[in-house]
């Protein structure tokens, strides 16, 4: 079909319009136009100007028009299209671009992501106008915006008011699920290279705010119930494949079934999981130098391991450090506790290690009900009903006593349900098994390195007691040590220097300083902080298990004076070894202090100490005595590479 408009434009620049039109079905009816400046209508004219070179077509002559404009076109050039309102057809020469005039941008993109462009932008050949751009997303053009915002940094670079900057936030966040490349255009000329946003593969910042902005948008209890229904259920997922991939049990059980019908198969080391209050750090206490020793052990039999905390959330620090020992830290928000560690991993665990009376009450039923065919084992730390009692009777507290008779119960109890149960001290070992026959019951004590000790000149004899001070027998201890023994020393050894090393140490500690009594507290480097003692003490008067510090002085080769308690499940105090270097009385053990402070008179507990060491305390030893105890393992293994830090015990 014809169209029913003739006419053309004779005429298009920046400052006017002009041609004429003639309504061919109407040609004595006036035609009124629509003016386009890229896609957007700026005006309306009517077609009724005379021109004398039409007179003789219709009107007489009257259907031209000349439309000038009321404001400047954009720099940047347009494209202007006029039309007749009418049929809404296209004049003839319509559309027609006007050319940009001359420009030179400089700038960059800053910012580009799913929610918004950011960057700036100027003309050095008109430096105070502004620069209009257009954002392009997948080929699609947007809004168009001005670079007019004010930038302090562009204003001290010395681009002069430094009002060049944009950011032009989309009017919705882009669908992190799709590929886009955004592209920004002056005109039809380029600004700067295209941004191609991938589409997210993982919850990153952007994916994060569409996700928020969708959940700010539900506003029915449905659909919130539905979502977080779907929540759950993704969470679930996510817990469940991270507990697959540590225990490697979708691929253990496809490697039994292949190894049923004789076909080769890949084997997976067994995974241990171990539980205690908190991480394990070395330079804190002995139970956490027992518990690292027995993970190592673990692992060198060839058993993946695995640590959750039950009270203390391990940190990222926490997580970094175990890591580099080759240890799992399960951590929220994948595991929130060992409950959701048992139920996620319970199919796949092999061993579960609880450390300590209150994690072995808290999770054995529930190892298994999750964990039906593991081995648990519960190391006991020391005997609490032991340790208390001991303390009742030094202390005259009758309650604590009453206390220790409740405790043994939930020990015996304990010992029972678990299938092995570990002690450091031959001494509980026998306890127990009076107590419950059933049990099964092992010693094994934690890997202790014999090291060369490094010497500093010392000006005065100093003796050094070294505890973690969160532990009563250790603040008793201490006490003790300054106001009754030392007294009696110095009587001896006027100039001698006594120091009080350890960690989580109270105020009651603090205040026993003195002149000549050094409070240290904490240490990172127990080694370097001994080099220039002469003895260490271990002036227990209650306690139970085996003393770390004790080990950790004959560690370095120092000599040790101690009370029965302290040297009890390690020696024999009937040994004449020994006995120079066991006292239980504040006198006794201040003479015997000042026997061992003569270098040759220690020569004989260092050397029977090291060997001690070398055959009780080595790693092999400990691996054997673990060996016994774990279920057996159909893979071989590398060693694992030798542990170079440095062991620090508190």
């Given at each position: 079909?014809?169209?029913?408009?003739?006419?053309?434009?004779?005429?298009?620049?920046?400052?006017?319009?002009?041609?004429?039109?003639?309504?061919?079905?109407?040609?004595?009816?006036?035609?009124?136009?629509?003016?386009?400046?890229?896609?957007?209508?700026?005006?309306?004219?009517?077609?009724?100007?005379?021109?004398?070179?039409?007179?003789?077509?219709?009107?007489?002559?009257?259907?031209?028009?000349?439309?000038?404009?009321?404001?400047?076109?954009?720099?940047?050039?347009?494209?202007?299209?006029?039309?007749?309102?009418?049929?809404?057809?296209?004049?003839?020469?319509?559309?027609?671009?006007?050319?940009?005039?001359?420009?030179?941008?400089?700038?960059?993109?800053?910012?580009?992501?799913?929610?918004?462009?950011?960057?700036?932008?100027?003309?050095?050949?008109?430096?105070?106008?502004?620069?209009?751009?257009?954002?392009?997303?997948?080929?699609?053009?947007?809004?168009?915006?001005?670079?007019?915002?004010?930038?302090?940094?562009?204003?001290?670079?010395?681009?002069?008011?430094?009002?060049?900057?944009?950011?032009?936030?989309?009017?919705?966040?882009?669908?992190?699920?799709?590929?886009?490349?955004?592209?920004?255009?002056?005109?039809?000329?380029?600004?700067?290279?295209?941004?191609?946003?991938?589409?997210?593969?993982?919850?990153?910042?952007?994916?994060?705010?569409?996700?928020?902005?969708?959940?700010?948008?539900?506003?029915?209890?449905?659909?919130?119930?539905?979502?977080?229904?779907?929540?759950?259920?993704?969470?679930?997922?996510?817990?469940?494949?991270?507990?697959?991939?540590?225990?490697?049990?979708?691929?253990?059980?496809?490697?039994?079934?292949?190894?049923?019908?004789?076909?080769?198969?890949?084997?997976?080391?067994?995974?241990?999981?171990?539980?205690?209050?908190?991480?394990?750090?070395?330079?804190?206490?002995?139970?956490?130098?027992?518990?690292?020793?027995?993970?190592?052990?673990?692992?060198?039999?060839?058993?993946?391991?695995?640590?959750?905390?039950?009270?203390?959330?391990?940190?990222?620090?926490?997580?970094?450090?175990?890591?580099?020992?080759?240890?799992?830290?399960?951590?929220?928000?994948?595991?929130?506790?060992?409950?959701?560690?048992?139920?996620?991993?319970?199919?796949?665990?092999?061993?579960?290690?609880?450390?300590?009376?209150?994690?072995?009450?808290?999770?054995?039923?529930?190892?298994?009900?999750?964990?039906?065919?593991?081995?648990?084992?519960?190391?006991?730390?020391?005997?609490?009903?032991?340790?208390?009692?001991?303390?009742?009777?030094?202390?005259?507290?009758?309650?604590?006593?009453?206390?220790?008779?409740?405790?043994?119960?939930?020990?015996?109890?304990?010992?029972?349900l678990a299938d092995s149960v570990l002690t450091h001290s031959a001494i509980e070992a026998e306890r127990l098994e009076r107590m419950v026959p059933t049990a099964n019951i092992h010693v094994v004590p934690w890997a202790v390195p014999?090291?060369?000790?490094?010497?500093?000149?010392?000006?005065?004899?100093?003796?050094?007691?070294?505890?973690?001070?969160?532990?009563?027998?250790?603040?008793?201890?201490?006490?003790?040590?300054?106001?009754?023994?030392?007294?009696?020393?110095?009587?001896?050894?006027?100039?001698?220097?006594?120091?009080?090393?350890?960690?989580?140490?109270?105020?009651?500690?603090?205040?026993?300083?003195?002149?000549?009594?050094?409070?240290?507290?904490?240490?990172?480097?127990?080694?370097?902080?001994?080099?220039?003692?002469?003895?260490?003490?271990?002036?227990?008067?209650?306690?139970?298990?085996?003393?770390?510090?004790?080990?950790?002085?004959?560690?370095?080769?120092?000599?040790?004076?101690?009370?029965?308690?302290?040297?009890?499940?390690?020696?024999?105090?009937?040994?004449?070894?020994?006995?120079?270097?066991?006292?239980?009385?504040?006198?006794?053990?201040?003479?015997?202090?000042?026997?061992l402070l003569v270098p040759s008179a220690a020569k004989a507990q260092i050397a029977a100490a090291r060997k001690l060491l070398k055959e009780r305390f080595s790693e092999k030893a400990i691996q054997a005595s673990l060996e016994d105890?774990?279920?057996?393992?159909?893979?071989?293994?590398?060693?694992?590479?030798?542990?170079?830090?440095?062991?620090?015990?508190?």
């Amino acid at each position: 079909m014809p169209k029913p408009l003739a006419g053309y434009i004779d005429v298009c620049n920046r400052d006017r319009i002009a041609g004429w039109a003639v309504d061919l079905e109407n040609p004595d009816q006036s035609v009124c136009l629509q003016i386009f400046q890229n896609g957007r209508l700026v005006d309306e004219v009517t077609a009724e100007l005379f021109r004398a070179d039409l007179t003789g077509f219709a009107k007489a002559g009257y259907c031209a028009f000349d439309w000038v404009c009321s404001e400047y076109l954009p720099h940047e050039g347009s494209i202007i299209e006029v039309k007749d309102r009418k049929y809404g057809c296209s004049l003839g020469g319509s559309p027609f671009y006007i050319e940009p005039l001359p420009c030179a941008l400089t700038g960059s993109i800053d910012v580009s992501d799913r929610l918004r462009i950011a960057g700036w932008v100027r003309d050095n050949l008109n430096l105070n106008r502004t620069v209009w751009l257009t954002a392009v997303i997948n080929g699609v053009p947007t809004t168009h915006f001005p670079a007019n915002q004010f930038r302090r940094d562009l204003r001290e670079a010395g681009f002069e008011s430094g009002r060049y900057g944009f950011e032009h936030v989309f009017s919705t966040v882009l669908d992190p699920l799709q590929d886009h490349t955004i592209q920004l255009l002056h005109g039809q000329e380029r600004f700067g290279n295209p941004v191609f946003l991938p589409r997210a593969d993982h919850l990153n910042d952007a994916f994060k705010s569409h996700f928020n902005a969708l959940i700010q948008g539900l506003t029915t209890p449905q659909a919130r119930r539905d979502t977080l229904s779907f929540l759950t259920a993704s969470a679930d997922t996510l817990r469940d494949q991270s507990a697959s991939n540590i225990t490697s049990l979708e691929a253990r059980t496809l490697s039994q079934k292949a190894k049923r019908r004789h076909k080769d198969t890949i084997s997976f080391p067994p995974c241990a999981l171990f539980i205690d209050d908190k991480v394990p750090d070395a330079t804190r206490d002995a139970g956490s130098v027992a518990l690292l020793s027995h993970m190592k052990a673990t692992q060198a039999l060839g058993f993946r391991s695995c640590f959750i905390a039950s009270r203390l959330p391990p940190t990222e620090q926490d997580q970094t450090h175990l890591a580099a020992m080759n240890i799992n830290c399960l951590m929220p928000p994948v595991f929130t506790g060992p409950e959701e560690a048992l139920k996620r991993l319970g199919p796949g665990l092999d061993v579960i290690y609880l450390h300590r009376l209150n994690n072995a009450e808290s999770y054995t039923a529930l190892c298994r009900a999750f964990a039906p065919t593991a081995t648990i084992i519960w190391s006991i730390a020391d005997l609490a009903s032991l340790r208390l009692r001991r303390q009742a009777e030094v202390e005259n507290r009758p309650e604590l006593a009453r206390t220790a008779t409740r405790i043994e119960v939930r020990e015996n109890m304990c010992a029972w349900l678990a299938d092995s149960v570990l002690t450091h001290s031959a001494i509980e070992a026998e306890r127990l098994e009076r107590m419950v026959p059933t049990a099964n019951i092992h010693v094994v004590p934690w890997a202790v390195p014999v090291k060369n000790r490094s010497r500093r000149r010392q000006d005065k004899p100093v003796i050094a007691f070294v505890a973690h001070f969160a532990h009563a027998p250790n603040t008793d201890a201490a006490k003790w040590l300054i106001l009754d023994i030392l007294p009696r020393l110095k009587k001896r050894i006027p100039d001698l220097v006594c120091r009080l090393i350890g960690s989580a140490m109270p105020h009651a500690v603090h205040m026993l300083a003195d002149e000549d009594i050094e409070v240290t507290g904490h240490v990172s480097n127990l080694e370097d902080t001994l080099s220039d003692v002469s003895l260490c003490v271990a002036p227990l008067r209650y306690g139970a298990g085996i003393k770390g510090k004790v080990l950790d002085a004959w560690s370095v080769g120092l000599p040790i004076v101690m009370t029965p308690i302290a040297a009890e499940g390690l020696v024999d105090v009937s040994n004449p070894v020994w006995a120079k270097s066991i006292a239980d009385s504040a006198e006794d053990f201040a003479e015997k202090i000042a026997a061992l402070l003569v270098p040759s008179a220690a020569k004989a507990q260092i050397a029977a100490a090291r060997k001690l060491l070398k055959e009780r305390f080595s790693e092999k030893a400990i691996q054997a005595s673990l060996e016994d105890i774990l279920p057996p393992v159909m893979i071989e293994t590398p060693p694992l590479p030798e542990d170079k830090s440095e062991p620090v015990l508190n």
